[in-house]
């Protein structure tokens, strides 16, 4: 079971919630019931939305440069909202921002911290000790090598092998995490003092399932670019579970905006020069073969598994 | 005088002031007394926050990637945020967030925008047609070309050059701006019919005193970057005029953070190695020569122009 | 007849072409053909490639990670590219780096600055007094203000209108640029000595269409990324005129990146997800109307104009 | 000892530092004496540069925007130089690149990405399967944890717990790499087939001390940033040695560029308001409190520990 933060930090958490105060600014409702919440991710993650500045509306605000609020009317700001994401206009999605804090494992943080822009703040291991806390995958992620793609999973681990694999990552996980506690003690386990290892020397011990946490702030463009490669089937499954819980942060934060990256990027199709070239000779009745359409067989692959 | 924004304006940002929602978020008192108003700057500019996240407090809660807000005591906090100050730990600032609106002559924008670590939305020229509103400066700013610094201001221009000068900008942005509407009109001045220049074109005419106005969006870290580049007595007058606008602001906003800026950059004295070296060898009593020193003649009076 | 470079600049170039050196670096001999010509562009601008680093092995090489060149043949490497490409794997595309001078208008410029990856040193307009040099579009450039596209151009102007814009556009220009030198000189007209205007502040009165010149320099990602924005027929044929130029320099620089670029990119075609589903239903042989495709009708229009 | 790369990767190195070809871009013959000769650095890793843009004089020929190589003389281009690094213009210092590839542990990379302004491409435990190498200090690196620090380093620990540490290291090291291999195998140890857990899953046994390797391309203005942190005596040991050997490469690539940054900013102190306010008064022969001086105590103790 995940139960992502302590009885301590969750009634730190819950008079946050309970002390609403006046603002004058832009009020995301559905944003503001996200305040907060621990969103469990994996078996000891999370995702909270910490803080948040603007909403569908200052979007349409920053695109026009208005004064007021910018709001002509809901259907007219969805209009404005899709017309300005079809037509890869960025900057009034950078607008608004987000501030989310995210506890994952170190392997994760690695692929995740590629996104460059956005402002981070890690828990530092120089200056604490790490909790014994480690991703160990259910039984159904655990996959074996694609035989396919390079860079993938192909099918389910059988019973016995899966169960090999579970009790290693667990041992070593515990015997590290023993070690590194041992290094840091300041006590032999019999007792005897002894200096103690510094921690920045000490975590270089601990593997990368371990569990880190950071605050994480990022413009909605960025966040969507973020989620568009994550929340993705080709994305390893860990880093999608947290797009995943992401994305259905962000459909309540600007409904507009989300709706408009789901239909032009998410669930759009990108077709090259060639292959829109054989759609069209297509539609027309023709028959295209692959030595007729200028794609290599492996695009060719490719356009027939999307289009047939 | 300047009045920056119209009475129509002025009615839909009065309907913000007048509406307060709550928020579960951080809330800035000293900044939520600032959201919207125009605070004017040179004849017909302003700047205005539109909106902002997080205080002094979210730095700290940042900079302990905590779970609450991260508040152990005020005094607690400031003496954390000027040691994060101190030791240029800029990750923990750049979780506080500012959007202005902005409203500034052509070539204020265009230093402006060299700053790139930030969001822009500007006003279209090419989809609108700009106001006819033009930066002349006051008497007292019209300044010769500096003798000792090749991009600076000397004294101020005596009464009948400085009377030329305002009368050649202002004639010269008058004629200019009337161009700019017969190129884009559809008439001729005795109504015969034209086709009209495209906006995207007209504008060219226009020169780089014209106002524009923009949405600029900027964290914490970048902005006091910006603020200390800005209102320093090297920037040019104009652009000073907006950051120092923006220090009384960021004053209210986050306070403890600008009272670490101030002592540890703003009003901070760096010191090259050499002159570092010449000042231990003064408190020794020691008389240091140029010669001596280390540094070339034109740094040597740089440093003595400081120190004595 | 545009002649963007002087004779003593001409000579200095010449000096630059004709001292090759040896390098253990990689070498395009495409680019190399480019060094330092002064491409012209509009009526006074250019652009002229500085310096470069890279080519198309080393993007297959950061990809791979190699100790030596990371080139195992031609065709793989090419495959490599645009496999890299496809699958919108930016990283090895940043691996390569050009730096440009470029000559252009205010209002270019204005555009330009607002692709913000990238470093740029522009002429200084505090320190030095800028060219008597103007943009002025050819008639055939002259056109009106679109009825269907608010922020592009219609018709051609006709004749008579078309002149009426040249003169304004050169008399204003000359004029502005009279009044700046006038105020810049230390002597009136009649030899009286004046102070003269601060070079900050008399710039100020110059119109957008003088040119201004630059050091811009850039990755291969992100240079892509600005050509398939600014050489597109959305774009103000003003900017498109230099991103052409850019376009056949890059081809000759890294052919293989190019032409993944072109056929994934600039003429690839990008489908929502309810365009994706008509050309579906379409290739099945159904019809399908506006109403039951999810589009507006201003999406539909669009995709009709592409689709048929 | 430490040879970092294979007699293979040698060989192709060798071949690449044996065929120079011409070109006409700026050449920093200190730098050429450098390119992909491996500097050994910690126990596995190095420091290679792979490619670089520019030399001191492309310094100056960016901040005069000059049609030519922009050099007056050596002399005047080093004062341009200095000036320019004292007044903090980073726009010339960006026109510079360099691109390197690095192989280093992974905790030192998970510091060293956080410099968010540079390029990179690291070798994916996704696609590829790791090496069996990892990071164990010399044991005069296996520093107790600081008692006045909370980040740094203390006393080097003594004999037998540096033995009990580094045997701990060592055999989880061992241990947690066998069962990498383990998992990753098609067949079990008694030859019994097994399908192979996918490598994006088994890395994440790995500890955090396995090395891995990345190109990294940064421009010199944001490099030089980086060192000034990194070749700090507060950076962590094992970061600095990467630091001190680039700092070794830029001073041969840009000496003029090099010099300045020492004497500017590595060796440069910053006083705060308040400390520049006492060394005024000391100056002049009185004697300042702490309580006088407006500091806290701790940062009086820091002052006093620079200036006594």
């Known amino acids: 079971m995940n139960t992502p933060v302590s009885a301590d930090q969750q009634a ?55 004064y007021g609020r910018g709001t002509k009317s809901v ?13 890869w206009h960025s900057t009034p999605f950078e607008m608004c921002e987000a501030k989310f804090h995210v506890k994952l494992p170190v392997f994760v943080a690695r692929q995740w911290i590629r996104h460059r822009t956005a402002n981070v703040n890690e828990y530092s291991a120089r200056y604490s000790i790490l909790d014994r806390e480690f991703y160990i995958p259910q039984p159904e992620q655990l ?8 860079q ?4 389910v681990l059988e019973g016995e092998e899966a169960q090999r694999v579970l009790s290693l990552l667990r041992e070593d996980a ?52 973020f989620l568009r490669l994550r929340a993705d089937p080709h994305a390893q499954y860990e880093i999608r579970a947290y797009a995943d819980a992401m994305c259905a942060i962000v459909a309540d934060w600007v409904p507009a905006a989300f709706g408009a990256f789901r239909d032009y990027r998410m669930e759009a199709v990108s077709l090259s020069a060639q292959a829109a070239a054989v ?7 023709e028959v295209v073969t692959q030595e007729e359409s200028g794609m290599s067989a492996r695009e060719w692959r490719e356009f027939e598994g999307d289009w047939g």
């Not at 032999?188 to 002894?194: F, K, S, Y």
């Not at 759609?279 to 009745?285: F, M, P, W």
């Open 174 to 225: 515990m015997r590290s995490y023993d070690h590194y506690e041992a290094m840091l003690s300041q006590a032999q386990p019999d007792g005897t003092p002894q200096q103690g290892l510094a921690r920045e020397l000490a975590r270089m011990n601990l593997p990368a399932n371990i569990y880190t946490q950071w605050y994480w702030k990022v413009d909605l463009h960025n966040l969507l670019h």
């Open 75 to 87: 259907q007219n700001d969805e209009g404005l909202i899709r017309y300005l994401m079809r037509h």
């Open 12 to 66: 730190e958490i819950d008079a946050l919630r309970d002390s609403p105060q006046p603002t004058l600014r832009a009020v995301s409702p559905g944003m503001e019931a996200h305040l907060y919440t621990a969103h469990p991710v994996l078996d000891h993650g999370f995702v909270r939305v910490v803080d948040y500045m603007g909403d569908d509306a200052a979007i349409c605000q920053a695109a026009r440069v208005s």
């Open 143 to 150: 996959a074996a090598q694609s035989r396919q793609n390079n």
């Open 152 to 155: 993938g999973r192909g099918e």
């Open 279 to 285: 759609l069209r000779r297509r539609l027309k009745g």
